[in-house]
């Protein structure tokens, strides 16, 4: 066959590639009840399932396609849901409905980019974020800032850090938060440091909000978009399988510049096209679920997290969101030998090293992908394997 | 906000977008019933309806995250169909559940190009195909062959046409067959053409299957991957909602060479993700469709073209595959022109100049858009307009 121009490499083999590789090792190990904390997700049931409809309930019929930014009653749905959040209205035109929040990051990325142009991508980070980038033909400039906000609070310097990393060819700001894996969440005060940045600089703000349901904090989730003029250069990308526990559904939407948002409809059609119907109809009979059962699962999740918090022996990340901690093995060893060991033993860990080129003695680990008395379980393994020491391994 | 570095027109503006605007053509008109045939569907039903299943019919529950390249299951389904006409067995990993043939295409597009290749598009060409390949990063070098193939037969030297456009540069021959819009089919002695030059000039072949499903010959469909050892170096699109009449699913497949799946795998992957479990699903249950229904339908859309065929008063395109001819307006002048003065009497049709750059004077009708009576409304409309001649208006 001829050649094929990229090697896979080039994206950065980490995007996804890890997950099953943990799996592998979790089969190996012979336990039988591994416990796959390595995996991003949660234990909690659908918010809806997917299923037929008559048309008057969503506008088109089962069969019928829908156009490529989404049918317009759940684009209308998601505007209005986020209208608040980004501080005024939002326009159906500005939403995509896409394939998740992947591919809405996709879009985003492609729309924003030429070859060669600079992401600042704040770090730790979701690892097929950098791979997104350099699909998009993006090159990845990784912004250490989480570990150090969680460590140092006020006394890190955010701007400088992130200023130090523009470039001429810098284009976006890339950033998750809550933050996969650390947990550590933005204040409005920084998403304003970083607005400020986007401004003096003109770049684009790429807010990934995957966990914009899972915000444990008394205020609730600051989306960046909502600060000052910040909607003028902000796409934020939100998942439908994340905040409704229905990853099978695969819906996400991506919320544009008003002036933006034609362009990035062109992307969507020019590589691949619109969302199933049924799935979008599944998504929005979701949206119809009560804030108090959303406002449940949140703290169910935060539960989790302080059920982690409190048997966990091993260095981790202070957790304000999202579901996931960081674990802290610089006084262990190599990242990469715990999660062989802890597979061992049955319990799945997200090597650190794919989550940032300074993450190899870190090791990610997911507190609801699993009920409460499993996840107690998996970290009482955990602290075994970090109490006996790198040394005898 | 900050500048957006393409313009939406960079990519072919034409991707999808004269659908909209011959629609508002149409209602502009104020003609009660209009008949859109400007728009590529079949009136059919559809093979399967999406609905919710319990997971032992499927390996996954509706609420699983399939993996990226879609459920085993299906791609086993997938893979058993295509082995026979690709001349033999296909694995599992070969093929990629996508969203749809258009999203397809994309992924074998971003596998095999660099920024600047150049992939010969053969032509007429379904206006998307050009979209698509730039925005793959690729530079569209139409060829223009079916219409030649079509009034020329065997006079027409296709070896000659296609290795004129080869460069240094050439990557890729993309070419849809049954073609999209003239109805014309290559055959195994036309592909064995293809296969020849892709193999002198170490080229990739990308095979636009959407109407395989279509074919109105004793032959049946060839698949050019069944052609010597073409399978090696041929991508094909397969699209689902066009063989099963279920646009709204939007499930189609990528067959790709063997050696060339997991970098596929990767791109869908970094572009995007998977595809609704429930679409996957609702594709399944498709496949289940016994060949005589399948083949009901084959009969149903030659018998449309059979029609419009005997009643167009309006030179077009001999069919031999598909749900399109091409309505040769030379004589009349001006198919822009043409296409207006239709949708004034509530007639769509898709100009021509969509379809290449030498289309023109041409204009598309899909003969299945509408029931068999309206689509004869239609084409006395046409008749009448064509009759009228250019001048009068």
């Given amino acids: 066959m001829p050649s094929l121009p990229r090697a896979l490499g080039e994206l950065g083999g980490s995007c996804g590639e890890y997950g099953d590789r943990v799996d592998e090792l ?16 949660t234990v909690f049931e659908p918010c809806a399932r997917p299923r037929g409809w008559r048309e008057r309930e969503f ?26 959040p980004r501080g005024g209205d939002v326009l159906p035109e500005q939403v995509l409905v896409t394939g998740g929040a992947t591919h809405a990051l996709s879009i985003a990325l492609r729309a924003v980019l030429r070859d060669g142009d600079e992401v600042l991508v704040l770090s730790p980070h979701w690892p097929d974020a950098a791979a997104l980038v350099r699909a998009a033909g993006g090159v990845v400039r990784e912004v250490p800032v989480f570990l150090e906000l969680g460590a140092a609070g006020f006394g890190f310097d955010l701007m400088g850090a992130v200023e130090g990393a523009v470039t001429p060819r810098t284009r976006a700001i890339y950033f998750n938060s809550p933050n996969n894996p650390t947990g550590y969440r933005l204040d409005r005060r ?11 600089h003109d770049l684009w703000l790429i807010a990934d909000n995957t966990y914009d349901g899972y915000d444990f904090t008394r205020e609730g989730f600051p989306d960046i978009a909502g600060i000052g003029a910040a909607a003028e250069r902000t796409f934020s990308a939100h998942s439908c399988g994340t905040t409704y526990a229905m990853p099978g559904n695969r819906v996400g939407y991506l919320v544009c510049p008003p002036e933006a948002a034609a362009t990035a409809v062109g992307w969507a059609r020019c590589t691949g096209g619109g969302v199933p ?4 109809f599944a998504a929005y009979e979701a949206l119809r679920t009560p804030r108090a059962e959303l406002d449940r699962r ?9 059920l982690a918090d409190s048997t966990l022996q091993v260095p981790h990340t202070e957790v304000s969101g999202g579901l996931y901690t960081f674990l802290d093995l610089r006084a262990w060893g190599d990242g990469e030998r715990f999660v062989r060991r802890c597979a061992q033993l049955g319990v799945g860990l997200a090597p650190g090293r794919n989550f940032g080129a300074h993450c190899g003695s870190w090791a990610r680990l997911c ?26 391994h």
């Fill in 277 to 280: 119907t049924v799935a979008q």
């Fill in 367 to 392: 507190f609801t992908a699993a009920p409460p008395q499993r996840v107690a379980e998996a970290i009482e393994r955990i602290n075994k394997i970090y109490g006996e020491g790198a040394d005898e």
């Fill in 59 to 84: 506008g088109v019929s089962p069969e019928e396609e829908a156009p490529v930014g989404g049918v317009p009653e759940l684009r209308e749905a998601f505007a209005e849901g986020v209208g608040g």
């Fill in 298 to 306: 949140r703290d169910r999740a935060a539960a989790a997290w302080w």
């Fill in 26 to 41: 979790l089969r190996g190990s012979g336990c039988g009840d591994s416990v796959p904390l390595h995996r991003g997700r």
């Fill in 190 to 200: 920084r998403l304003a440091v970083l607005v400020e940045l986007a401004e003096r």
